[in-house]
């Protein structure tokens, strides 16, 4: 078994045969969390896990390049979120790759506007965070997580009082630094395709222990080599998998059953 724990077979790309797909994930007992990146598209990630339980799971948020244009209304997604099927908040966070200096503020109050659903529901968090010049979404990023946010939006979410460690840091793309950063924060660490085919992530996926890694295909983006280019899908987490095992070397089977455990531990799941 394999456990994809980044993925979203609602999307659009998937219209076309999406039940393909999922018949092929269902055959590999590929096990999946869709993640929701706004209000509707969470709303049909959970859709999906009602129809495929104790397969799928969903999340909600607001993904930070959606927050652009869209109102954060509280309550609509605190009353989704708290269906049984969403196993955590996000994804959502800090991207500055695209973000023009006078929307970071926005896209930081409405992460902690998220972070409000964390503590009131105690779900994990699915961060997303893209720096655009070094790490500065990483720096404001764990400012805000490490409570020392005093300085963040004037104070105003300064008594969060976070869980340490709910959470995980999606489709990870940092340094060795950044990801001791996260660990030390007890964060897990999420891997996805290109480090199927981009050797400068050798040296993170040595450095993070295996019992703090997931794996994940951000499907439809993103997809491994030997499928670079082309549209990803979850069966592809295999590929993933054995590279991690490649790098660690360490057996397959041993990262396939660690990550899988990891993902049960973090989104308190029963399977």
Not at 93 to 112: A, H, V, W
Not at 121 to 149: N, Q, T, V
Not at 236 to 255: D, G, N, T
């Amino acid at each position: 078994m394999l456990f994809d724990s980044h993925t979203h077979l609602q999307f659009p790309q998937f219209d076309g045969d999406r039940e393909g797909v999922i018949s092929r994930l269902l055959s590999a007992d590929i096990k999946v969390i869709n993640v929701g990146t706004d209000l509707e598209d969470s709303k049909k990630a959970i859709e999906l896990a009602k129809k495929y339980l104790g397969q799928m799971w969903a999340t909600v948020g607001l993904h930070p390049n959606d927050a652009v244009g869209q109102n954060f209304d509280i309550s609509k997604y605190k009353k989704l979120a708290e269906n049984d099927s969403v196993v955590a908040i996000g994804e959502c966070g800090l991207d500055y790759f695209r973000t023009p200096d006078d929307d970071k503020n926005r896209q930081k109050d409405i992460f902690l506007r998220q972070l409000e659903l964390v503590r009131e529901l105690s779900k994990p968090l699915m961060i997303h965070c893209r720096p655009k010049a070094e790490d500065d979404a990483y720096l404001d990023l764990f400012e805000i997580l490490s409570a020392r946010g005093e300085s963040v939006l004037g104070g105003k979410y300064r008594n969060l009082n976070l869980k340490n460690g709910n959470g995980t840091s999606h489709f990870f793309a940092g340094s060795k630094k950044t990801a001791k950063q996260f660990l030390d924060l007890g964060f897990y660490i999420s891997f996805a395709g290109p480090i199927t085919f981009a050797k400068e992530y050798e040296e993170v996926v040595k450095y993070v222990p295996l019992d703090k890694i997931l794996i994940e295909t951000d499907a439809p983006f993103a997809a491994p080599a030997p499928h670079r280019g082309k549209r990803n899908e979850p069966t592809f987490v295999e590929f993933v998998a054995r590279k991690i095992a490649e790098i660690k070397e360490v057996e397959f089977e041993e990262v396939a059953r660690q990550t899988a455990e990891n993902a049960k531990k973090l989104f308190n799941l029963d399977f």
